[in-house]
């Protein structure tokens, strides 16, 4: 596709990550741990990120109502525990029941967005935070039986938090991790991620990937090709829906936690920003800019605070590190959108 | 012309509405009396009401399950009214709530259990309305001195003198280390502040190495899943560095369901949460099943927690309160109006001081509680609760 080329906005990110990785030497917190958990976090966020592409790549946006997906996912992970599934075969129940889930929500939402084509991200936002409340009742009214994930006190309703370590905390993290030396790679968790971005890759080889290409760049001329723009917004809001769905159950199992209620409120919002790092725009997203927009944004959460906290005043660290990382990436995108549209800055 | 009698009538109407609404109490009054009159039985409902006020289930459970609790043990009495969910947009809302339990004439105490702040004025206008009404705050945050102006009985944990206690509980069961993690709008507030600073006081007299952390911000944008990222990120760097007899304190109620979980796998101790209780982050992180009819006995949660502890090789390792706090204080604050309205007393002779207080709390709860008078206020108590060593 057409960014190729290696942009500002990354360059950026990359300057920033390297001054945190020669810092968190200098300081001496182990940098093997760092690299470590680094790959953990680029693999357990990135199903998530992922799940922008398909909606971004028909056109319909980046995906803010991605509550919606996500809380599919999470009836998922509450049936598996609540039949008491545990291990590989808990987590594929998790990620099969929250995808047949998924199919019926992103339906109903591609309904929604399909009405009001052209405000995709506001639209979604809004359908995304109103789902929360409703998927609330839900969590406080279903009839489940599992005490473990029951309210402690009154006995009735989901726990906000409900712990996975009795069914598949970990089960990608700590499957087939190869040791090289100090450094641990998660073979699992990343085969997992990988075999998710390829089949995606390979999804826009094929003549229906190409199709929805077509739409999201020039939906006037896909539709005199004879194209049925819905059908293929809607196939692209289920694929969407679907992944944050899986995203969700691979999430979570990292975590150790299923957060139910407001646990989904903020999500979409992080992987926004790691897929605009990749170089994204809100007409076309690539496989790569998720990979590498994941890893730099998740990297540079990683390493800000512990910097942070090393060498500034406690009390200040987590106002400064928020200025200067949500600055940087600003900054990495002014730059962008300055030079662009008028010219240099 | 049509619209302004339109707008008569619905007015009309709201008033018959009013008037119907004051009038319905009354004609339950002149049912009740005569009943009463002829056969005195114990079950009958008496002719007072108390009103508790709590936040809503999904924004705070423990004091909605205290309101709901006191509804079923004293069926015809309490009277339990919810705040609306986004209390602090919705305020007006909160303090006509409030007034609006001073209507009932046979109201005899209110009651508002909440954590937050901005609800006295509604308790001052009770009072200037039903001047015979007892206010009790279990707790609000307002100004002290104003709510020890306004409201006849002002309970609260004491949130301050756990900065020592906490940390000299750490201390005798073996800690080295203290760490303390928070954030950015929590050490913004004076109290959480003050505890931080009282607890580093304490550590460095009692020789232990203090260590202060902070995290993601939970309450500017993101939520709380950074922040307990951060944590499970953080916990295992730290141990490693400082060993395992070290005691980890987070200022966040939801930083123990990853807290206690690496307090298991790394073996670290927990004095106390910051709101110590047996229902929060233990039954989540040890996957506790209860039983229904279990759902408030304390004791039994507490043995089952005991018991997970015992098979993680971390007895005596963790600690807290016997009951939650956000339970104890509302359904004490009940029992406590109960007790006034029965005993018919003298609220500044016979409650208001510290030995009464204490042996109420051993007498209706069977936990010892030490109160002490905030600031030598006569009707402003601060209590500190009874350890238990899981």
Redesign the interface.
């Given at each position: 596709m057409k960014n190729k080329k290696v942009q500002i906005p990354q360059i950026i990110i990359c300057i920033y990550l390297l001054i945190l990785l020669v810092v968190v030497n200098v300081i001496g917190?182990?940098i093997v741990?760092i690299i470590n958990?680094s790959f953990i976090?680029w693999a357990m966020n990135g199903v998530l990120v992922l799940s922008l592409v398909p909606m971004i790549n028909v056109g319909a946006g980046m995906n803010f109502g991605m509550p919606i997906g996500i809380s599919a996912g999470l009836i998922g992970l509450c049936i598996a525990i609540e039949l008491r599934l545990q291990g590989v075969i808990g987590f594929i129940t998790a990620m099969i029941v929250g995808s047949l889930i998924a199919i019926v929500f992103g339906l109903c939402y591609s309904k929604i967005l399909n009405r009001l084509k052209g405000k995709e991200e506001i639209i979604g936002t809004f359908a995304g935070f109103s789902f929360i409340p409703i998927m609330?009742f839900f969590w406080?009214l279903v009839p489940f039986k599992?005490?473990?994930m029951?309210?402690?006190?009154?006995?009735?309703?989901l726990?906000p938090?409900?712990?996975l370590?009795?069914y598949f905390e970990g089960i990608l993290d700590n499957s087939l991790v190869v040791k090289i030396g100090e450094f641990q790679i998660p073979v699992a968790l990343i085969l997992f991620f990988l075999i998710l971005c390829f089949l995606i890759q390979y999804l826009y080889r094929t003549r229906v990937g190409h199709v929805m290409t077509a739409v999201s760049e020039n939906e006037k001329f896909a539709q005199i090709s004879g194209v049925n723009i819905n059908k293929y917004r809607t196939k692209g809001i289920i694929l969407s829906t679907i992944l944050a769905a899986i995203g969700i159950c691979v999430y979570s199992q990292s975590?150790?936690?299923v957060?139910l209620?407001?646990?989904p409120?903020?999500?979409a919002?992080?992987a926004v920003s790691a897929i605009l790092i990749g170089g994204a725009s809100s007409k076309s997203a690539t496989v790569k800019q998720v990979l590498i927009g994941t890893y730099l944004l998740q990297t540079t959460?990683?390493l800000s605070?512990?910097v942070?906290?090393a060498i500034l005043v406690?009390?200040?660290?987590?106002?400064l590190?928020?200025i200067i990382t949500n600055g940087i990436i600003l900054y990495a995108f002014l730059y962008k959108g300055g030079s662009k549209k008028y010219g240099k800055i | 012309m049509k619209k302004r009698l339109m707008v008569l009538l619905l007015a009309l109407a709201m008033t018959f509405n009013l008037a119907a609404c004051a009038g319905e109490p009354k004609k339950e009054e002149v049912a009740e009396v005569p009943a009463s009159g002829e056969v005195i039985k114990e079950t009958e409902a008496p002719s007072y009401k108390i009103g508790i006020i709590t936040p809503t289930?999904?924004s705070s459970?423990?004091e909605f399950?205290a309101g709901?609790n006191m509804v079923k043990k004293y069926p015809g009495i309490v009277k339990h009214l919810t705040f609306p969910e986004n209390v602090n947009a919705e305020m007006e809302t909160a303090l006509s709530q409030i007034v609006s339990l001073a209507d009932d004439p046979d109201m005899k105490a209110i009651i508002i259990a909440s954590g937050g702040s901005g609800y006295l004025p509604g308790l001052q206008k009770v009072k200037e309305k039903r001047p015979d009404i007892i206010t009790i705050t279990a707790p609000i945050w307002d100004d002290p001195e104003l709510m020890a102006k306004y409201v006849d009985i002002n309970l609260d944990t004491d949130w301050a003198r756990r900065g020592v206690t906490i940390v000299e509980k750490a201390h005798d069961m073996g800690a080295k280390t203290f760490i303390h993690y928070s954030?950015?709008t929590h050490?913004a507030k004076e109290v959480i502040s003050l505890r931080k600073d009282t607890m580093k006081e304490t550590a460095e007299k009692l020789g232990m190495e203090f260590v202060?952390?902070?995290?993601?911000?939970p309450q500017?944008?993101?939520?709380?899943?950074?922040m307990?990222?951060?944590l499970?990120?953080?916990v295992p760097?730290q141990i490693e560095k400082y060993g395992p007899d070290t005691n980890i304190f987070g200022s966040n109620c939801?930083m123990y369901?990853?807290i206690l979980?690496e307090a298991l796998k790394l073996k670290f101790l927990v004095a106390e949460q910051c709101c110590p209780t047996p229902?929060q982050a233990y039954?989540?992180?040890?996957?506790?099943?209860?039983?229904?009819?279990d759902?408030?006995n304390f004791d039994k949660?507490n043995a089952m927690i005991s018991e997970k502890a015992k098979e993680a090789g971390m007895t005596g390792r963790l600690s807290g309160w016997p009951m939650?706090v956000t339970?104890f204080l509302p359904e004490y604050a009940v029992e406590l109006a109960k007790y006034a309205i029965d005993n018919n007393s003298n609220l500044k002779e016979d409650v208001l001081n510290k030995e009464f207080l204490d042996k109420f709390a051993k007498d209706t709860f069977g936990v010892g509680v030490d109160f002490q008078s905030y600031q030598q206020k006569d009707n402003y108590y601060m209590m500190i609760m009874e350890s238990i060593f899981y």
């Open positions: 917190i182990p741990g958990e976090k609330n406080t599992n005490r473990q029951l309210y402690p006190v009154g006995g009735k309703g726990r938090k409900i712990s370590k009795n975590y150790g936690f957060e209620y407001d646990g409120f903020m999500m919002f992080p959460y990683l605070i512990p942070a906290n406690p009390e200040i660290t987590e106002v590190r928020m | 289930l999904s459970e423990d399950r709901d954030f950015p050490l202060e952390v902070v995290t993601p911000d500017t944008g993101d939520g709380t899943a950074p307990l990222q951060f499970r990120e953080d760097r939801p369901d990853v979980d229902t039954p989540t992180v040890m996957g506790l099943e209860i039983a229904e009819e759902s408030a949660i939650p339970i």
